[in-house]
């Protein structure tokens, strides 16, 4: 497949992207965030997607997702998002919509890269300057997760799950996950995989994916990303 090919496949998590054209901002102000986040709830439910991981920058969406039943699904689901938000701009602003002709999407490899996923979803607002510290960024699912934001909505992940007995348990493990971070290797291969609509993963993944859909996507990257230990630096 080429690398402009959008690869959505079944009963697989994907690291998906809804980008501007040339970077321009689609929020005016705080309750543009907050109706975006609402539609989201709201659409998740009705195209039944799993939502593991989000954040809206001021000129991207990024969500970790899994369609429940169809993988069609995230397809709709994001263009209901893209449009809802697309509706509000020209009732309220008159304003056209920004977005590029369309979202990026990488499947994504369950286990050790759903988790690097999410965390590089949830730290990327901090990464490019836009908050101190992934916890201070109001417009992502990290707060919600450490039970700053209620009603707790996402839906967790099995390899999610198995980080603690309750809600706080996963919670405090996944914090330390955030906090030791990404190596630069694990981060291009992320960004190169959504940019490229390729699969995020490793070459064990690559072989999985072309025996199973007899597609074959060649990535270039590490094989997959560490565990953590105590001690270990970034």
């Known amino acids: 497949m080429t690398g402009t090919d959008r690869l959505v496949l079944k ?36 195209y039944n997607v799993q939502l593991h991981a989000w954040a809206l920058l001021p000129d991207r969406l990024h969500l970790v997702a899994t369609a429940s039943q169809h993988p069609d699904d995230l397809s709709t689901f994001m263009k209901a998002v893209s449009c809802r938000i697309s509706l509000r701009r020209r009732s309220l602003y008159q304003q056209r919509s920004v977005w590029e002709a369309r979202y990026r999407a990488s499947p994504v490899e369950p286990g050790q890269w ?15 300057g836009l908050a101190a510290s992934a916890y201070h960024y109001p417009h992502s699912s990290y707060r919600m997760r450490l039970g700053k934001h ?74 997959r990303p560490r565990k953590r230990r105590d001690g270990d630096k970034r």
């Open 150 to 223: 209620t009603p707790y909505w996402l839906d967790d992940a099995e390899e999610y799950a198995r980080l603690g007995d309750c809600v706080e348990e996963r919670a405090a493990a996944f914090k330390t996950y955030m906090r030791d971070g990404l190596d630069e290797n694990e981060m291009e291969l992320i960004r190169t995989a959504l940019f490229r609509n390729r699969l995020t993963g490793s070459h064990r993944f690559v072989e999985e994916v072309r025996e199973k859909f007899n597609i074959l996507v060649l990535n270039r990257g590490p094989g």
């Open 11 to 46: 009963d697989y998590p994907h690291h998906i992207m809804r980008k501007t054209r040339k970077g321009e901002p689609v929020f005016n102000n705080e309750s543009d965030y907050r109706h975006c986040l609402n539609q989201i709830q709201i659409l998740k439910k009705r």
């Open 114 to 128: 759903l988790l690097a996923s999410m965390c590089y979803v949830e730290r990327l607002p901090a990464l490019e």
